[in-house]
């Protein structure tokens, strides 16, 4: 036991405080020298588990159409500048009819007539930017939109070669060529659209500078919402929890998995590009010699290689389950983010389909036959961040990125975890369903995408905070249940608070409202990822103009993310939860230290580890009054945020486990970082999270 102790990482002083049934349990989970063989049919030859000097490359096989996807999709030597094969999609033209739906990659509409007109939007921006006509520089901005704006209802074929050329004159690119990022490759037809579509003199445009050009115009304000009528019934005055049953039953939470197929062993981990681990990657300051070879089992500039994710799946239900043989969970929620964080000019749809295939087979070997219920990530689509709202017009725009909705919630189904009617909803609604499980929990999952800063359709109509109808949809599900009685979970990926650096204002005070309205009677827990950080934020009554424990409602639990990037630890969570209120009793991590993975090259003995990190309860409960059988709800982690004022080390103790123990996490010693972090804790919303006095400058640890 000792020695288990040690190889996790935990003192005996800390393996002392482990709650019961992890003190009796293995601390930490080593996996063998080799990725485990069993969890693919088939490889590619030369890529085979028996070897180490490379990661292995499955031969992956479609269940949905039963296509086998080529090696050279994954192949770290082979990885493309651009897929050719998928359309791109433009607005409809007024210059001509040509343009009226997806359309090829090699296809060209170029004119003498639209190569001429694309010339002087050029200038006219050029102009624009450089003259002294206009002061301000959102004026400036707006101005220039609104000459891309014409140039892209009338010759949009046009626009993604302007955009290249206005990229390479003022170097707005922030990673990758000016060509790799807006080219109809990339995400030159989705600028066109937005264009096109958006009013981009208006609050449309203002949106777009403040959040692209520095920030150059003011961030518009949330829109205060007009409540009245939008719920069907008020809030009952007997709004509170079920009692407990004083039972557990064991759920797994995983986030962010981020795979990463192409992940070049030996590579340059150290690189002064985006994203490390591969094949073309360098160090400026050491171009021909590698600094930091890519180590098998991950690096704090990647993401998560095979090698990893196998020791990962092995790790899980050894570690996190429950039950009889250790080795079960009642069901599992993942919060999204399958897909590598590649450039969009490197990523398809069959890339994107790759990756689901891969990583939900990998996540149903841990899980055994126990459901897992999903919510699509930001990364999760190709091009990556983007969903249109399905009331755009004409009805290809709005249908463009069907062909994942139907996929993903097909392998769904296919797995046993939804059934028709949750999968023919997801299907066409962003990949979002209810479901209600056989305990009686219903599950919300949703696409938080249309509150995300980068899905570009968010500035088609900003005004509206509902453009998805996805709000209108959970706020109905919600009343169904209220009605019926019933105990609600809601699933999405990126959180609409903490430090609010993800999110955009009215949609997710349209958010914050539906849970004000149907907690804490209804909706039991919240949950998200995307921030690959531990974090978690409290939502009150009164939009939170009165944090306090006695107003305290809900609380949404950020997951930690299983890739390590960037500068994290790879980790995943368990909770133990009461089976009749579906409230968390305790919530358990477990990391593996990436910077011990180097260590492991060379060598055939074993593979890398998790150890067990820390328990809620034990972590921060120890100066709060609170019964041993009572759920950790929003009023337990209000008054975590009390201790933090009393005593600001415990906030130093919640930075390590936000970073899950890296040795790259920074200390939270100042004034400035802990009341921030205090303000973040109680912000459930981007306007909310806007009130904390240092913005977001202390929200991450990366």
Request: overall charge negative.
């Amino acid at each position: 036991m000792l020695a288990l102790i040690a190889l996790a990482g935990l003192s005996a002083a800390q393996s002392a405080t482990l709650p019961p049934y992890l003190a009796t349990a293995s601390p930490a989970y080593t996996g063998a020298a080799n990725f485990p063989q069993a969890l693919f049919a088939q490889y590619w030859p030369g890529f085979e588990p028996s070897q180490t000097t490379a990661q292995v490359q499955p031969k992956i096989t479609d269940p949905i159409s039963g296509v086998v996807y080529p090696l050279e999709l994954t192949d770290p030597n082979t990885i493309p500048d651009n897929d050719l094969t998928d359309v791109y999609v433009l607005p409809p033209s007024l210059l001509t009819d040509a343009v009226t739906g997806p359309l090829s990659a090699n296809t060209s509409l170029s004119t003498p007539g639209s190569a001429s007109l694309a010339s002087l939007a050029t200038q006219s921006i050029i102009d624009i930017i450089n003259g002294t006509s206009i002061n301000s520089t959102c004026g400036k901005c707006l101005a220039a939109l609104g000459v891309g704006k014409v140039l892209a209802n009338t010759a949009p074929w046009e626009v993604p070669g302007v955009l290249i050329e206005l990229c390479n004159m003022y170097g707005y690119s922030s990673y990758g060529t000016c060509a790799e990022n807006f080219g109809t490759t990339s995400d030159g037809d989705i600028a066109t659209q937005i264009l096109a579509l958006a009013d981009v003199t208006g609050q449309d445009g203002e949106y777009l500078c403040s959040l692209f050009i520095n920030y150059s115009c003011d961030l518009p304000a949330a829109n205060p919402l007009n409540m009245t009528g939008y719920f069907s019934t008020p809030k009952p005055s007997t709004a509170v929890a079920p009692p407990q049953s004083g039972e557990r039953i064991r759920v797994l939470h995983i986030s962010d998995f981020h795979l990463d197929p192409r992940y070049a062993t030996a590579s340059e981990a150290a690189c002064s590009q985006y994203l490390c681990c591969r094949s073309y990657a360098a160090a400026t300051k050491s171009p021909n010699t590698t600094v930091l070879p890519a180590p098998r089992y991950g690096a704090y500039q990647c993401d998560t290689p095979y090698d990893l994710a196998g020791v990962a799946i092995g790790a899980i239900p050894e570690l996190a389950g429950a039950g009889p043989s250790g080795k079960e969970f009642d069901f599992a929620i993942f919060t999204g983010d399958l897909v590598s964080h590649d450039n969009d000019n490197q990523l398809s749809h069959a890339y994107v389909e790759y990756e689901e295939i891969s990583v939900f087979s990998m996540l149903k070997s841990a899980l055994g036959g126990s459901q897992l219920f999903a919510a699509l990530g930001n990364h999760d689509s190709w091009p990556q961040a983007y969903n249109s709202p399905v009331t755009l017009q004409p009805a290809y725009l709005a249908d463009q990125f069907s062909w994942n909705y139907e996929h993903i919630s097909s392998l769904w189904q296919m797995n046993g975890w939804i059934d028709e009617t949750a999968k023919e909803y997801a299907s066409v609604h962003y990949g979002g369903y209810a479901y209600t499980t056989w305990r009686g929990l219903k599950v919300l999952a949703f696409n938080t995408d249309f509150w995300y800063t980068d899905n570009w359709y968010n500035y088609i109509n900003t005004s509206n905070p509902d453009v998805s109808g996805q709000f209108r949809w959970m706020a109905d599900e919600l009343q169904k249940s209220e009605d019926a009685g019933q105990r609600v979970w809601i699933i999405g990926h990126v959180p609409p608070g903490w430090d609010g650096y993800a999110s955009i204002p009215n949609p997710t005070n349209l958010f914050y409202q539906i849970v004000e309205r149907y907690s804490p009677h209804v909706i039991a827990e919240i949950f998200f990822g995307h921030n690959h950080e531990d974090e978690f934020s409290v939502f009150y009554a009164n939009n939170g103009t009165n944090a306090s424990a006695a107003t305290a409602l809900a609380t949404s639990w950020i997951a930690p993310s299983l890739t390590p990037l960037t500068n994290l630890n790879s980790g995943f969570r368990a909770y133990d939860i009461d089976p009749v209120t579906f409230n968390v009793l305790d919530s358990y991590t477990w990391i593996s230290n990436i910077s011990a993975a180097s260590a492991l090259d060379n060598q055939t003995a074993h593979g890398a580890s998790y150890s067990f990190e820390y328990s809620a309860r034990e972590a921060y409960g120890a100066n709060i009054s609170w019964p041993a059988s009572a759920p950790l709800n929003a009023t337990w982690w209000h008054l975590v945020t009390e201790q933090w004022e009393i005593n600001p080390s415990l906030v130093e103790r919640f930075t390590i486990y936000q970073g899950k123990n890296s040795v790259k996490t920074t200390n939270c010693t100042s004034e400035a970082c802990v009341s921030s972090k205090i303000c973040y804790a109680r912000s459930g919303s981007f306007p909310i999270s806007g009130l904390c006095p240092y913005g977001s400058d202390y929200g991450s640890v990366q």
